[in-house]
């Protein structure tokens, strides 16, 4: 009988589920990548049918990881043995795969990352989630505008014979200089190498600056499929860019380690309602506790008309 930890990775884009195998972290038996759409639930519960109508049983899941942007609402709601956030995750998913790495470039659907690890130790990072003109949701949009399937957005880029100069800095300001260098003569192929060009230095003037950046480099998340992106990042910082077999889903994968974890520490069994727990009807709704002088605004999940998590408390009352 196989038992297996899941880990999940909800952000605004997308919805990652990984499965990994209890006694090899680098074996999954499933990996999933789901479009969030703006409902992460929904999202989630198309996951978890998924899984059940490829067999799995709830009782063979020993434990669950949860990251990402909807982390607390989702680990709240499915029981979840680890809730950490998305550094966490992609450090110690980068750091299982590739015992060695040093530098982490993660470039998701709406926000970007880095991570410097020495020893296999977290020991600076950084955020972009304010500007969208480094991210995959950047390149959704320009393909489309561009119509190209986002899947050949790379080998177009490739393709160029002299990529043309994007700002990149502000998608308003690149979609003006795109739709200027079109009218110049400009062909889709240099457009889009120009704008892989953008993203890359977009990234390493922003989210990179001032960070000691080491090889190994492992470049991870979604956007690491793009051929285009991958060169001109690599072009810019003159290494050569390592990618993970399951790069896209490097989150879901950290956050079912960190379950593995979790449950050893511990040595209790999981908190894990079962892949049902989608099925039912969920509502969310703002209250407000009058327990204190606190008067904190908390966020309460009903399930079937049962209270089953309140979160976002200043004293603590609601954190089991």
């Not at 992609?90 to 015992?99: D, G, I, L, R």
């Not at 399937?149 to 979609?175: K, M, S, W, Y």
Request: overall charge neutral; some cysteine.
């Amino acid at each position: 009988m196989n038992h297996y930890y899941i880990g999940v990775d909800v952000g605004s884009v997308s919805t990652n589920l990984v499965l990994m195998d209890s006694k090899d972290n680098k074996k999954l038996s499933e990996a999933l990548y789901i479009r969030t759409n703006g409902q992460p639930l929904e999202s989630l519960k198309e996951g978890f049918r998924i899984l059940k109508d490829k067999g799995y049983r709830s009782k063979d899941i020993l434990g669950v990881g949860v990251t990402g942007s909807a982390r607390v609402l989702i680990g709240n709601i499915i029981g979840a043995d680890s809730i950490k956030n998305e550094i966490t995750a992609h450090a110690v998913a980068a750091v299982s795969c590739y015992p060695n790495v040093k530098t982490v470039i993660e470039i998701g659907g709406q926000d970007s990352k880095i991570i410097i690890l020495r020893d296999g130790v977290v020991v600076d990072f950084a955020m972009n989630t304010i500007c969208a003109a480094g991210t995959g949701s950047f390149l959704d949009q320009q393909a489309f505008r561009l119509n190209i399937p986002i899947e050949e957005f790379g080998d177009f880029a490739l393709r160029a014979d002299e990529p043309v100069r994007i700002a990149g800095r502000c998608t308003v300001f690149a979609e003006t200089d795109m739709v200027h260098k079109q009218q110049e003569g400009a062909t889709k192929e240099q457009i889009v190498a120009g704008l892989c060009e953008a993203l890359a230095r977009n990234y390493l003037n922003n989210v990179a600056k001032g960070k000691r950046i080491e090889e190994p480099v492992l470049f991870q998340g979604g956007v690491a499929f793009n051929t285009g992106i991958r060169n001109a990042v690599e072009k810019d910082l003159g290494v050569q860019l390592v990618i993970p077999d399951h790069f896209n889903v490097m989150g879901a994968l950290g956050s079912a380690i960190l379950a593995k974890e979790a449950i050893h520490e511990t040595n209790k069994p999981t908190i894990f309602k079962g892949f049902d727990i989608m099925q039912r009807n969920h509502q969310l709704k703002r209250v407000e506790c009058q327990d204190c002088s606190n008067t904190c605004e908390l966020t309460e999940v009903t399930v079937a008309g049962e209270i089953v998590a309140k979160w976002g408390d200043r004293c603590g009352k609601w954190q089991k």
